[in-house]
């Protein structure tokens, strides 16, 4: 069974870092591990994605330059650095798991079946 548990979130001021955890479990594997994030009101959105190697990463714009994930696949953990976070990065920030995942869906929340409960971030002003 296959289980993702995020952690790392919370309150941090404009200009603030915070790093996210993500430890998976039951994934026989290596797996492409994306992070989504999703506001109020809002639909989920593409934040970046690492694949199983570690060796290719992708952001969506708008953390571009801000944000990296990264991979300790010895530990069956990815991480997202958050840096320079401003108010509209407040979100519940997820974890997913894809074992075959083309290079052009890495963006695609559809392309990933395995989904951790979240994690709320929250970047005050």
């Known amino acids: 069974q296959v289980q993702l548990v995020e952690s790392g979130g919370g309150l941090v001021q404009a200009g603030g870092s915070l790093r996210l955890s993500c430890a998976a479990s039951g994934l026989t594997f290596r797996y492409t591990m994306g992070w989504f994030r999703q506001a109020p009101g809002k639909e989920r959105e593409f934040v970046a994605a690492i694949t199983s190697s570690g060796d290719s990463t992708v952001y969506a714009d708008a953390v571009k330059g801000r944000f990296t994930i990264s991979r300790d696949n010895a530990k069956n953990t990815v991480y997202l650095q958050m840096n320079s976070l401003r108010p509209e990065d407040t979100a519940v920030y997820y974890c997913?798991?894809?074992?075959?995942?083309?290079?052009?869906?890495?963006?695609?929340?559809?392309?990933?079946?395995?989904w951790g409960q979240g994690t709320q971030v929250t970047v005050s002003s």
């Open positions: 997913a798991a894809g074992r075959w995942v083309p290079a052009g869906d890495l963006g695609y929340a559809g392309a990933y079946p395995y």
